[in-house]
Nanobody
Framework: QVRLADSGGGLVQAGGSLRLSCAAS????????MGWFRQAPGQEREFVAA????????NYAASVKGRFTISRSQAKNTVYLQMNSLKPEDTAVYFC?????????????????WGQGTQVTVSS
């Protein structure tokens, strides 16, 4: 059974940085994709970034491109989201997700497993 444990959220001032982590277990990932999504109160869950395990190809939402960086450690079976230049509008619960198979799509239905979420709050 695949399990995703996301962590690293917290409270940060605008302009600050945070790094989220997602530790995956229960599967040896190969031709799969990992993603990060976020959900603010009263809003739908939205795509943030995705990365392929093999090759490390990435895809970003326009709203975070140039500020956020997704990466992975195959040795640790962990995916990271480095978030810089944070803005109050980045405040949300951030979810790690795993897609069994290739593809850098940004739709929630493309992903098969989800973490429990970690809260990120950016104060102005």
């Amino acid at each position: 059974q695949v399990r995703l444990a996301d962590s690293g959220g917290g409270l940060v001032q605008a302009g600050g940085s945070l790094r989220l982590s997602c530790a995956a277990s229960g599967r040896t990932f190969s031709r799969d994709t990992m993603g990060w999504f976020r959900q603010a109160p009263g809003q739908e869950r939205e795509f943030v970034a995705a990365i392929t395990w093999i090759g490390g190809s990435t895809n970003y939402a326009a709203s975070v491109k140039g500020r956020f960086t997704i990466s992975r450690s195959q040795a640790k079976n962990t995916v990271y989201l480095q978030m810089n230049s944070l803005k109050p509008e980045d405040t949300a619960v951030y979810f790690c997700a795993a897609r069994l198979g290739a593809g850098l799509g940004g739709q929630t239905y493309d992903y098969d497993y989800w973490g429990q979420g970690t809260q990120v709050t950016v104060s102005s």
